[in-house]
């Protein structure tokens, strides 16, 4: 339900059918949307990924944010909010399917490091659709909320205000 809705914030139609086939579902997803806030009820769409943070060396950073089985988030999305830069850290959705793939791959070890992982279940993966390589605006701005960059935070809280 939490990507039923965070989709449904970012105005993806489509994926809201893919996530929610059944109308009753939909409804429901429609009615918390326009009586919660998500500036305020963000917590309760914690459950919408698995978050695990990883030390990676910094030159595989951008190969990580590259990656076709990623959507960017967060820091790596920043620009969503209108702020230019380049983060040293990775913040990326991916599906839980690919998890030991990209771990291998990157050679990410556990530990309070430059990449965050936030892990999908993979038939939710297939449903966002994710040709976009960035995640739906309202999840990135959740991201760029929960996160420790304080000009990112406020940028988007205002955003989130505004959906």
């Not at 806030?37 to 698995?50: M, P, Y």
């Amino acid at each position: 339900m939490a990507w039923a809705i965070l989709s449904l914030a970012s105005a993806d139609e489509a994926a809201v059918r893919r996530l929610l086939p059944h109308p009753r579902y939909r409804a429901r997803a429609r009615a918390w949307l326009r009586d919660h806030r998500l500036t305020t009820d963000a917590g309760r769409l914690r459950s919408r990924a698995i978050r695990a943070n990883y030390e990676g060396h910094p030159s595989e950073l951008a190969r990580l944010r590259g990656r076709s089985d990623v959507l960017l988030t967060g820091v790596s999305a920043i620009e969503v909010v209108g702020i230019v830069g380049q983060s040293s850290t990775a913040e990326l959705y991916a599906p839980t399917g690919r998890r030991g793939t990209i771990i291998a791959e990157h050679v990410l070890a556990p530990g309070p490091g430059n990449v965050i992982m936030r892990w999908i279940p993979d038939d939710v993966w297939v449903a966002l659709d994710p040709h976009g390589h960035i995640a739906p605006r309202s999840a990135v701005l959740l991201d760029l909320v929960e996160g420790d960059d304080p000009r990112g935070r406020r940028e988007a809280l205002v955003a989130l205000e505004a959906l």
